[in-house]
């Protein structure tokens, strides 16, 4: 990854399909002197991402693909990648699989938060199974998107404790906090 030369911030599209409260949290960051990211596009493949609203509140352009025909998708994402001089793509809660075409094409600056311990749990509910197979422990990771789903190089984790009482929704709360913490401490770290 390019090092960060003097003030300039790095140009950063986040993806999204829902909540957003990960693309809040990195805009807030962002925004902060020692955080060598802007967020410049909001990328969602659903009208319906509730975090659709950020883009309005902190005036990022945003656009909606809804990545069902891979080839056209990619074509359209490229070119305003391209027009607003994106330089990083931060997955945050993207319920899509990029085609492996388009992962090339942005070969180690796609970077994705994943609610489980990977290699634990890739994939979907990873509460759920985590607590379903009686796991002490669960958490997030920061990792280097790859076309092998949920398992390129880990930027950064965090453990979280799963207690006898969580179920599905608590874990789930408990861990999205912590990933407010790594998200932008991981884009921090390969960026300086
Ligand atoms: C987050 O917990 C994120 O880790 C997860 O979706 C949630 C999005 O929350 N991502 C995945 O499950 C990707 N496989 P948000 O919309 O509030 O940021």
């Given at each position: 990854m390019r090092k960060l030369i003097g003030p300039k911030k790095i140009k950063t599209a986040v993806f999204i399909s829902g909540k957003g409260s990960n693309l809040k949290n990195l805009i807030q960051f962002s925004k902060?002197?020692?955080?060598?990211?802007?967020?410049d596009l909001i990328i969602s493949n659903?009208?319906?991402?509730?975090?659709?609203k950020y883009s309005k509140q902190y005036k990022i352009k945003k656009k909606i693909i809804k990545y069902d025909k891979k080839i056209k998708s990619d074509q359209k994402i490229l070119y305003f990648l391209k027009q607003k001089k994106i330089k990083l793509i931060c997955l945050a809660g993207f319920m899509k699989i990029l085609s492996n075409n388009f992962i090339k094409k942005f070969q180690g600056k796609i970077i994705n938060i994943h609610p489980?311990?990977?290699?634990?749990?890739?994939?979907?509910?990873t509460h759920f199974r985590a607590i379903k197979n009686r796991e002490k422990f669960s958490g997030c990771t920061v990792h280097y998107v790859t076309p092998?789903?949920?398992?390129?190089?880990?930027i950064l984790q965090k453990k979280v404790k799963i207690s006898s009482k969580d179920n599905h929704s608590s874990l789930a709360k408990k861990i999205l906090k912590k990933e407010h913490l790594i998200y932008p401490a991981a884009i921090k770290k390969i960026l300086s």
């Open positions: 902060l002197k020692n955080y060598p990211f802007s967020v659903t009208n319906q991402a509730k975090g659709l489980s311990l990977l290699p634990k749990y890739k994939g979907l509910n092998k789903l949920d398992s390129g190089k880990i």
